[in-house]
Nanobody, 125 residues
Framework: VQLQASGGGLVQAGGSLRLSCAASGGTFNRYTITWFRQAPGEERVFVAARRRYDSNALYANSVKGRFTMSRDNAKNTVYLQMNNLKAEDTAVYYC???????????????????WGQGTLVTVSS
């Protein structure tokens, strides 16, 4: 499956952005889709995930209450609505897909076989 992330940009602190991750070349609803982010000089970290059978998304504590992940299987697309953005949210955001991820491993980037190219989010303070 190929993933294409988009929607990044420059926004002031307190603002909002919506990222999209469009998938092609695979059966979309077979995959767990997850957002990771990587700030300059730091490791890639988990942001949010939506497993294929789950109705609710999972979130990192740092974004809980501010970010909302949704998926539209008909459009083969997932979204990450980011509200009340903070300077520390500045990073390149990646979407990733895996066909089978157990709950305890969702945040482990090594579980994912497919990655989008990343989209840069810059939050000015």
């Amino acid at each position: 499956v190929q993933l294409q992330a988009s929607g990044g940009g420059l926004v002031q602190a307190g603002g909002s952005l919506r990222l999209s991750c469009a998938a092609s070349g695979g059966t979309f609803n077979r995959y767990t889709i997850t957002w990771f982010r990587q700030a300059p000089g730091e490791e890639r970290v988990f942001v949010a995930a939506r497993r294929r059978y789950d109705s609710n998304a999972l979130y990192a504590n740092s974004v809980k209450g501010r970010f909302t992940m949704s998926r539209d299987n008909a459009k083969n697309t997932v979204y990450l609505q980011m509200n009340n953005l903070k300077a520390e949210d500045t990073a390149v955001y990646y979407c990733a897909a895996a066909s089978g991820v157990i709950l305890s491993a969702v945040a482990d980037s090594r579980q994912y076989d497919y990655w989008g190219q990343g989209t840069l989010v810059t939050v000015s303070s």
